[in-house]
């Protein structure tokens, strides 16, 4: 309970957003224009974000080549290929979130988190044809499982704000920053680093405003942790071909993944603590010791043309968390479930 008080003290949100009949009729709401943003570092991170803005037509000259080194070059591509989609699915998602959270705070930084996610996206869009002299490459079916099961959720706001801010944005934005340890072209520097200085705010945002949809985490938290156990096990299919170049590149998923479990533990650890948390924990200890083997597993039980039906997925992983047991049935298990998935 103190800590519950602590949270409400931390983010007290404040309605200044909504557009009901009832602020129609008497007032507040989207009119409440009284400028009050008690979310204080969450109104601050919104001005940061208009303080760093780039515009992607003037950020590099496009009409300059790319010089990648060769011996990276296609490693280099194949991970912005597989980051790209996301984040387009991503301006989808801060689009959403903006428009069911209520305060003003909220409410304008994920309209400014849109823009910049469809900057992101256009800037990659535009850049990969240039290492790779290709067209740019569709995303196969299990990054479109990832980007769109794994991201959006238009009716749960504290899942889309969790994986997005707080999951996502935090492995991608490792990702960018080692493909630019090994980039040597000085525009394709540049436009990683805007890129990732971007995504750091998006993570920082991630902390400011998850108090504001607490309630709702509370409420779905089951459903939540069900799709989030189910979004680690379709990140393990989409990014097994990614296998070499991320070896070639020093992108060590295992230990991106950790560093994410990490961050998300920093984030939840000050909320209150939920019947399911030791179970939740159990979880999380399980997937950062199994992942690799089980990435291997998962390959092996599936063909080219095997598909996962979402809500199977998750029905199956919210049976697993009513008790350790069955958890570590399907953990075990899980090249039988992937085949009948
Ligand atoms: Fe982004
Ligand atoms: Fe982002």
Known sequence: MALRKKLESWVAPRNAASMRWRDV?????????????????????FELGQKSFW????????????????????????????????????VTGASYISNLVRSEEAKFYFAE?????????DALRRVIPKIT??????????????????????????????NINIIGEQIANQIFHRINHRAVDPNLRKLLALIGKDESRHIGAGQRFFGEVFDQFEKNRRKIIAKN?????????ATYDLVKPMDALDVDLIEIMDSMYKHYH??????????????????VAHLRKQTP????????????????DPQKLVAMCEEA??????????????PFLARAA
Not at 141 to 150: A, D
């Open 293 to 308: 083997k089980t990435i291997a597993r998962i390959r092996k039980a599936t063909d080219e043309s095997g598909r996962i």
């Open 55 to 90: 515009a992607v037509p003037s950020a590099i000259p496009w009409d300059e080549p790319i010089r990648e080194n060769p011996e990276y070059a296609e490693h280099i591509a194949a991970m912005l290929t597989f980051l790209c989609p996301g984040e387009k699915a991503a």
């Open 25 to 45: 009729l008497f007032g507040g709401g989207v009119f409440d224009v009284s400028g009050d943003h008690p979310n204080k570092k969450g109104w601050e991170i």
């Open 321 to 334: 968390l009513k008790s350790p047991r069955m958890l570590r049935d399907v953990l075990e298990n899980l």
């Open 266 to 283: 920093d984030v939840t650890s000050g909320l209150p603590a939920f019947p399911e948390q030791a179970i939740l924990e159990k979880i």
């Open 113 to 121: 988190q849109a823009l910049e996610e469809a900057k992101h996206y």
């Open 133 to 162: 002299g290709r067209p740019l490459e569709a995303p196969n079916v299990w990054v479109r499982f990832l980007y769109s099961f794994g991201v959006v959720d238009r009716d749960d706001v504290a899942f889309m704000m969790g």
């Open 229 to 237: 156990l189910a979004t680690s096990i379709v990140l393990a299919f």
